[in-house]
Every structure is written in C-alpha cells, then in structure tokens.
C-alpha cells in the first residue's frame, strides 16, 4: 500500500479488532470507499492477530509505529505482459 490513512489509538482496554473496526468506519466516511488492508506495528497485540477484520485484511510492518494503524486499499497486482517486460 502506497497511500492511506495513518490511524493512531493507543487505548489497550480496546481490542485490535474494535480499533480496526473504528478506524474502517472512519475511512468509509471520510474517503467514501471501503478500506481493505490495515497495517499495524507487530507489537500491537500479545495473542495472535487474526487475518481480517471484516472485510478488512490485517498484516503487520516494522515501520509502523506502536498504537498507529495505516488503513487503505489493497493494491491490485500488476498484470505480467510486455508493458511490464524489461
């Protein structure tokens, strides 16, 4: 993902699923499309992560800071052919 929206919640008492679920909502209403991917520090939760939150895949990156969510759209695949070839 090149572009997204940086989401910070630090409240632990919340789960990742619920922080997920409230930064999605938030992207829907202010972009007007429905986000597919967030990307969390691999630190954001002891237990293991699970792989989506609704329609919303999750992945951990390093480069994500602690209590920050970066939310977007999942890039598509570029298509092999000769556009691509070198």
Same mark, same amino acid.
């Given at each position: 993902?090149?572009?997204?929206? #940086?989401w910070f919640d630090s409240n632990a008492a919340v789960g990742v699923e619920q922080r997920v679920e409230q930064a999605a909502r938030y992207y829907r209403e202010k972009y007007g499309q429905?986000?597919?991917?967030? #990307?969390?520090n691999p630190q954001i939760e002891e237990g293991a992560l699970?792989?989506? +939150?609704g329609q919303v895949e999750l992945q951990t990156l390093e480069t +994500? #800071?602690?209590?920050?969510?970066?939310?977007?759209?999942k890039p598509e695949p570029e298509p092999a052919g000769p556009a691509n070839a070198l």
């Open positions: 993902m090149k572009i997204g929206m #940086l429905a986000p597919t991917l967030c #990307l969390m699970p792989a989506r +939150v +994500v #800071l602690p209590n920050h969510f970066w939310i977007g759209v």
